[in-house]
């Protein structure tokens, strides 16, 4: 579903999986472990291919918001030639988590939410997406109209319902990939001091 009533993503990439294709519920410690184990099938994967393409880089590996979470530095003059994993948009390593999460489904069976970062590209993406939706936020409180943001990817769009939520406001996509966009609405009744806070939900993928 939308996120009407809160920041709810609802793109392919954060659907909730179904209860048939739901696994059983495991103690927290066998899903850190889980997750730890993803971690280090990704992290595997990802230095043979640095070889193979003669980067250099580190693999650095987390849990975060309950997936695992890899990401790809380096020193500072490594930083611009690893940067072409990233690409220009962010295209290249959309596509490179995606191998990343079959690399690591075809050993574990199950299929995963990993996060891929590459170079900080994630990093400073989400700065910049916070403070653009902060902006848009007090100009949806000070027009009282609803604002649409440009084309955005789930990961995108899952930051700005983010932040527009911890901003007190309510957001919406709407629209097909690749043109799936925010659209960030104001209060029912709008006025200018006036701030209705939502409870944002995480989603399940």
Known sequence: ??????????????AATTTAERPAPQR????????????????????????????DGDIDIDIDNGRASVA?????????????????????????????????????????????????????????????AE?????VRANGEAERLEPMSAFERKVVHDAVSAQGLTSESEGQEPQRRVVVLPVAGDAADE???????????
């Open 72 to 132: 790809i530095v380096a020193d500072e003059a490594g930083t611009p030639a690893l940067k072409r994993l990233a690409g220009a948009d962010g295209e290249v390593l959309e596509a490179l988590q995606e191998l990343t999460r079959l690399a690591v489904q075809a050993q574990t069976g199950d299929r995963t939410r990993l996060l891929l970062d590459v170079a900080g590209y994630r990093a400073d993406k989400r700065t910049a997406l916070v403070t653009l």
């Open 28 to 55: 927290p410690g066998t899903a850190a472990k889980r997750l730890e184990e993803e971690g280090d099938i990704a992290a595997d994967y990802l230095e043979e291919l640095l070889d193979i393409a003669d980067l």
């Open 1 to 14: 579903m939308n996120a009407t009533t809160g920041a709810v993503e609802t793109d392919a990439e954060d």
């Open 135 to 139: 902006e848009v936020c007090t100009r």
């Open 195 to 205: 701030v209705v806070t939502d409870t944002a939900e995480e989603p399940a993928d």
